[in-house]
């Protein structure tokens, strides 16, 4: 059984800082790709950010020089570090990750999503 459990959402005001984690655990042989996803109220879940084993990321347009995308292989952990945060920013953050295990192999699993609310 696989977790991914995401800390680090909150309240903030506009320019201000937060820092997401997701860390997943469970009887994991590897993480290939790791992602943040968002959804504000009404809209689609859009990607944020990704990156893979390797290290190699891509952003959304709408995030680009703000936000941070890193991971921690050793701790199965992938962190968002959000800057100069905007009321637009404002949703529930998700992370996914393509995780291989005995059973069922690889597979995509979801977190559970933390809210990130930016006020002006």
């Known amino acids: 059984q696989v977790q991914l459990v995401e800390s680090g959402g909150g309240l903030v005001q506009a320019g201000g800082s937060l820092r997401l984690s997701c860390q997943a655990s469970?009887?994991?042989?590897?993480?290939?790709?790791m992602g943040w996803y968002r959804q504000a109220p009404g809209k689609q879940r859009e990607l944020v950010a990704d990156?893979?084993?390797?290290?190699?990321?891509t952003y959304a347009d709408s995030v680009k020089g703000r936000f941070t995308i890193s991971r921690d292989n050793a701790k199965n952990t992938v962190y968002l570090q959000m800057s100069s945060l905007k009321p637009e920013d404002t949703a529930v953050y998700y992370c996914?990750?393509?995780?291989?295990?005995?059973?069922?192999?690889?597979?995509?699993?979801w977190g559970q999503g933390t809210q990130v609310t930016v006020s002006s």
């Open positions: 996914n990750a393509q995780i291989a295990t005995l059973s069922p192999g690889e597979s995509f699993y």
């Open positions: 469970g009887s994991i042989f590897s993480i290939n790709y």
């Open positions: 990156i893979t084993s390797g290290g190699s990321t």
